[in-house]
């Protein structure tokens, strides 16, 4: 079935610190790809989406490309804020579906960020 | 606008016990999907609402567990009778539309502690 599968955590950086969290994964079909976000006391949040092969998503500083031939969706920030201290969810939606539903997404694990100052 | 409404944030309960969890999902969104994060591992879907209807509910664990919607708003979710490795957090969603292209806004998720 789909997977998602991404770096164990907790990933601790200095402020200012490049940021990639690794997210690879596998799908019966042609997935669409999602990065959530987890602040703490709070829901998950869309962070950013790429639907198909090339696409780069991007929000807040953060980027996250589509790559068909390895598979991956890795998320990456130049400089981190301690702000950025979070969960990160890497996931994908499958019409094809296996594990997720046809409509439901397929989450990897989390990976906590901790941003010291 | 109000996001996903999810109640109780926090839930403890006796092994054997009833729980009933809620969800109030953004106003107009007809689809509403359920999903269980278990201590350190993924965040699995459970099932999926349009409307009234169970679009789909292939991930719900076992017949303890039952989710309703009636009338097409808000949704329960009663874990009956609950088992320890129930323990986790339940997170609720809605979307618009159906599909990967559309943003699913969720819940802050209930943490349910079964001892």
């Known amino acids: 079935g789909d997977s998602v599968t991404q770096m164990e955590g907790p990933v601790t950086l200095s402020e200012e610190a490049f940021l990639t969290i690794n997210c690879t994964y596998t799908?019966?079909?042609?997935?669409?790809l999602f990065w959530y976000v987890q602040y703490p006391g709070e829901g998950l949040q869309l962070l950013l989406k790429?639907?198909?092969?090339?696409d780069k998503g991007s929000n807040k500083g953060f980027e996250a490309t589509y790559r068909k031939e390895t598979t991956s969706f890795h998320l990456e920030k130049g400089s981190v804020q301690v702000s950025d201290s979070a969960v990160y969810f890497c996931?994908?939606?499958?019409?094809?579906?296996?594990?997720?539903?046809?409509?439901?997404?397929?989450f990897g694990k989390g990976t906590h960020l901790i941003i010291q100052p | 606008e109000a996001g996903v409404t999810q109640f109780p944030s926090h839930s403890v309960i006796e092994k054997g016990q009833t729980v009933t969890l809620r969800c109030d999902p953004i106003s107009g969104h007809d689809n509403l999907y359920w999903y269980r994060r278990v201590m350190g591992k993924e965040i699995k879907f459970l099932l999926h609402?349009?409307?009234?209807?169970?679009?789909?509910e292939s991930g719900m664990p076992n017949n303890r567990f039952l989710a309703e919607r009636t009338g097409g708003t808000y949704s329960t979710l009663k874990v009956q009778p609950a088992e320890l490795e129930d323990s986790g957090v339940y997170f609720c969603a809605s979307s618009l539309q159906g599909g990967g292209n559309t943003e699913a806004f969720f819940g802050q998720g209930t943490r349910l502690t079964v001892v």
């Open positions: 790429a639907t198909k092969a090339d």
């Open positions: 799908a019966t079909g042609y997935p669409s």
């Open positions: 996931a994908l939606s499958d019409p094809l579906y296996s594990g997720g539903g046809a409509d439901g997404l397929t």
């Open positions: 609402f349009v409307k009234e209807s169970k679009q789909d």
